[in-house]
């Protein structure tokens, strides 16, 4: 089993940046994959950024667009997603997931894990 938490969310003005962490425990061995999903208001949850173990990452171009950057530190079980120059569309509930495949990893369904979610305003 594998729990994941959600920290570092907020409130922040529009152009700030933010950073927010996933923390694992449990049985993590097998966890090739970790991402980042949202969730605004009244929209489909869906996908921001991920890494993969050996070091590859992914970010929805749409999304991201050069300001957002995922990381991960397997020696302490942490994930975290530096945002810059954030706008209001940025504002919804960020979820932390992992995986064990290293393929499809847009796809919501492939992540067996997730976290409770963590708040993400950005004020204009």
């Known amino acids: 089993q594998v729990q994941l938490e959600e920290t570092g969310g907020g409130l922040v003005e529009t152009g700030r940046s933010l950073r927010i962490n996933c923390v694992g425990s449990g049985y993590l061995l097998d966890t090739l994959t970790m991402a980042w999903f949202r969730q605004a208001p009244g929209k489909d949850r869906e996908f921001v950024a991920a890494t993969v173990l050996g070091g590859s990452e992914r970010y929805s171009p749409d999304i991201v667009k050069g300001r957002f950057t995922i990381a991960r530190d397997n020696a302490k079980n942490l994930m975290y997603l530096r945002m810059n120059d954030l706008k209001p569309e940025d504002t919804a509930v960020y979820y932390c997931?992992?995986?064990?495949?290293?393929?499809?990893?847009?796809?919501?369904?492939?992540?067996?894990?997730w976290g409770q979610g963590i708040q993400v305003t950005v004020s204009s």
């Open positions: 997931a992992s995986s064990r495949n290293r393929d499809d990893i847009e796809n919501q369904d492939v992540y067996s894990y």
